[in-house]
């Protein structure tokens, strides 16, 4: 009768500490998704602002250029 007892605290404390290592572990993996998230979201910034400059030079060019042959056009 002790010896069932004895044997269901192990079980039960076993069984909570793995659940509590099987919890570390989806919480570590969640903390590495969002931290990777918030990489990536800051990474599409990063690389729309640096479109977005280009998209200006580009702009920027295409008038130079136009200027330029209107006055080789003169």
């Not at 990777?36 to 920027?60: A, E, P």
């Amino acid at each position: 009768m002790v010896l069932d007892r004895k044997k269901k605290l192990v079980m039960i404390c076993c069984n909570s500490e793995i659940e509590g290592k099987i919890s570390m572990c989806t919480w570590r993996i969640g903390m590495l998704f969002r931290f990777f998230t918030k990489v990536r979201q800051l990474f599409q910034d990063i690389l729309i602002s640096m479109f977005n400059s280009f998209g200006m030079l580009l702009r920027m060019q295409g008038m130079v250029s136009l200027l330029m042959v209107t006055m080789l056009m003169m």
